[in-house]
């Protein structure tokens, strides 16, 4: 880094992208050492970084906020599935024992046999009734 002197000091900002530009020392600390400046951006509209072992400090922070949040999505993918898995058991055993009380779940109407009233008027659904009460 290499300072012009003036009535002030400037110092000399090397972009990334490759543009060197000059700010105020006053400036420059404001934004290097105690972050009250928010951002110094060069000519060409780029965030002003401070050499490598910033941008790599800067991905990796990226990366982390990157991994947390594909961590905290997947654990509320595993969430919604047991809550989905728990739901269906609960209609499963519903359906079970709606069939077991004589009740048919297509039609709702109570028999004393429902697998013979459902093999007779629902014959397209046998097998579906077979895999609820299994």
Same mark, same amino acid.
Request: with cysteine; proline share 3%; aromatic share 8%.
């Given at each position: @880094?290499?300072?012009?002197? !003036? ?6 900002? =090397? ?8 700010? &105020?020392?006053?400036? !420059?600390?404001?934004?290097? !050492? ?6 110094? !951006?060069? &000519?060409?509209? /780029? ?9 790599? =400090?800067?991905?990796? $922070? %990226? ?6 949040? %594909? ?11 047991? %809550? =989905?898995?728990?739901?269906? $058991?609960?209609?499963?055993? $519903? ?9 048919? &779940?297509?039609?709702?109407? /109570?028999?004393?046999?429902?697998? $013979? ?5 629902? &014959?397209?659904?046998?097998?579906? @009734?077979?895999?609820?009460? =299994?």
């Amino acid at each position: @880094m290499s300072t012009i002197t !003036y009535t002030g000091t400037l110092t000399v900002i =090397s972009c990334w992208c490759g543009i060197e530009f000059a700010v &105020p020392r006053s400036l !420059y600390d404001a934004h290097r !050492y105690d972050r009250s400046v928010k951002s110094i !951006y060069c &000519p060409l509209g /780029h965030w002003a970084e401070w050499g490598r072992e910033q941008r790599e =400090s800067d991905h990796l $922070r %990226r990366q982390l906020r990157g991994e947390e949040a %594909r961590r905290i999505h997947a654990e509320d993918q595993r969430l919604m599935a047991e %809550r =989905s898995a728990r739901a269906l $058991r609960g209609h499963l055993t $519903r359906l079970r024992n709606r069939i077991a009380a004589g009740v048919c &779940p297509w039609c709702h109407r /109570h028999f004393s046999n429902v697998q $013979r009233h459902v093999e007779g008027q629902h &014959p397209d659904r046998t097998e579906k @009734m077979r895999e609820a009460l =299994s």
